[in-house]
């Protein structure tokens, strides 16, 4: 048997869980992880990330399904995706991002009724032993700190990219 150590996992395991989808909650776009809010989605950094600068582009409307979303919405969180994008190049200088959705329970979706897009900046070499024989993922930066540098980028960024 394999025993994996993720000690970071415990605060979610133990903390209490908010009544909904914490995707939806005013609250949290108001809150520490929210990097950028538009008309019809926000930004947000993944409280559990896979990578530092692990960031969640959402609607503010809970749905699940794509075929939802209207124009107005899917322009949005793909410019979102873009923006998110420059700022993290800017910011931490990846060589490679994983961009994408899990869509459904089946798909590995921790948050099923909320859709989202991750965006995951990567470096070549990203996964080291710690990853490949303990199988733990070592984040060297606090999500609020990483917020913290982004916020002001994604403010910069996009007044010269959307005017």
């Not at 903390?15 to 776009?29: H, M, N, V």
């Not at 896979?50 to 959402?58: A, D, I, K, R």
């Not at 998110?84 to 009724?113: C, E, H, Q, Y």
Request: net charge negative; proline share 5%; with cysteine.
């Amino acid at each position: 048997m394999e025993t994996i150590f993720a000690p970071w996992r415990m605060a979610y395991i133990r903390g209490e869980k908010a009544a909904g989808c914490f995707l939806c909650r005013d609250s949290l776009r108001e809150g520490e992880l929210v990097v950028c809010e538009g008309d019809s989605g926000f930004v947000m950094m993944n409280r559990y990330p896979y990578t530092g600068g692990h960031l969640m582009v959402v609607p503010y409307r809970h749905t699940c399904c794509l075929g939802d979303l209207t124009p107005v919405e899917r322009l949005e969180l793909f410019a979102f995706q873009d923006l998110s994008v420059r700022v993290l190049t800017a910011a931490m200088s990846p060589t490679g991002f994983n961009i994408g959705m899990n869509l459904g329970k089946a798909a590995g979706a921790g948050v099923d009724d909320h859709l989202h897009i991750h965006v995951v900046p990567r470096w070549v070499g990203d996964t080291n032993f710690i990853s490949v024989i303990g199988e733990v993922r070592v984040i060297p930066e606090d999500v609020a700190g990483t917020a913290d540098q982004l916020r002001p980028l994604f403010e910069k960024l996009r007044r010269e990219v959307c005017g």
